[in-house]
């Protein structure tokens, strides 16, 4: 007698078989190189070959799909550790450290991931259910969704567009858009409506995010981040914790630092220069926050980096290189 396959099997196969194709393309595609844009916007694709972190990533609205092993995100006081069951949404911009869990070059981590197109989601929202609220209100800016197959499927099909470029053009929007339209039908899918319609909560702290990250050397002042986000102090002070698991003052802690480590690394600034660009009057306050936040001092961590293969970065956009490079896009 034939023997019966559950369901679960069957989708666990398929899934499998997915990643080992998108794994495929990666690997044809990137050679050598850890990371690299794709010919489709905003679409990159990454790979390590050994274990990596920890490391400063500022994150733009985007959806990261893993492909193969795991990674861990500390997002203030909050971790994330994630594998390849699992996507990773951002809704909006977090500065978050970030370390690759597991990989080696027989089993090496993947992922893909798409910067999300705000106003094509919103657009998006108003042709669904309007009813529709999946995910509570007081979720983090970031979440792990589950894979599915429809997800993973659409996933590999825009990948695969990475080897015939000629179909890209004709081809991506629609499948981008296919993606946006899983992610917010997904149990996770409330908190990327929250932040792309005006007026949620949601988007009156990215606005507030906004200028913190346009002006994060400079002194910082509640009441007028409160007034940017169009609500009273108390109010303003619960749903910015609630999406970024900081207080204003250390989300903006959290960017100078990211920022004077990429100075230090990618400039070759010591750690005092760095730390009076980014707004730090004290050198013993920088260098005590900056020991607490990467768990070494700023000579210690630089040298460890630059006398290491670890990558920098290979997800994720330096501070000011968001100040230059506007929002993100999913086109």
Known sequence: ????????????????????????????????????????????????????????????????????????????????????????????????????????????YMCVMQKIDLELARSLITEMDASRREGVADDAGLVLGPVTIPLATATMNLIDLIETPQDAPLLARSIQREILVRLLASPVGGRLRQAVQVGTPTSGISNALRWIREHFSEPLRVQDLARIACMGESTFHHHFRALTT??????????????????????????????????????????????????????????????????????????????????????
Not at 38 to 44: A, E, N, Q
Not at 74 to 103: K, R, W
Not at 294 to 311: E, H, L, N, Q, V
Request: glycine share 6%; hydrophobic share 35%; aromatic share 8%.
């Open 1 to 108: 007698m034939a023997e019966r396959v559950g369901n679960k099997d069957v989708d666990g196969a398929l899934l499998e078989a997915i990643r080992d194709r998108m794994a495929q393309v990666i690997t044809r595609n990137l050679g050598r190189k850890t990371a690299s844009e794709t010919c489709i916007s905003g679409l990159s694709i990454h790979r390590q070959i050994a274990p990596v972190g920890p490391n400063s990533y500022f994150f733009e609205p985007s959806f990261t799909f893993t492909v193969r092993g795991t990674k861990r995100v500390v997002l203030g006081g909050e971790t994330y550790a994630y594998d390849q069951s699992h996507f990773l949404l951002t809704a909006i911009n977090l500065p978050t450290v970030m370390e690759v869990l597991e990989a080696s070059e027989d089993h090496p």
């Open 246 to 331: 900081m207080s204003p003052l250390q989300y903006q802690k959290q960017l100078r630092l990211h920022e004077a480590r990429r100075l230090m690394i990618n400039d070759k600034l010591d750690a005092s220069l760095a730390a009076h660009r980014v707004g730090y009057e004290s050198a013993t306050q920088f260098n005590r926050e900056y020991r607490r936040l990467f768990g070494a001092p700023p000579k210690r961590d630089i040298r460890s980096i630059t006398f290491s293969d670890r990558a920098f970065p290979d997800e994720g956009f330096p501070i000011t290189g968001l100040m230059q490079s506007g929002s993100a896009t999913m086109q």
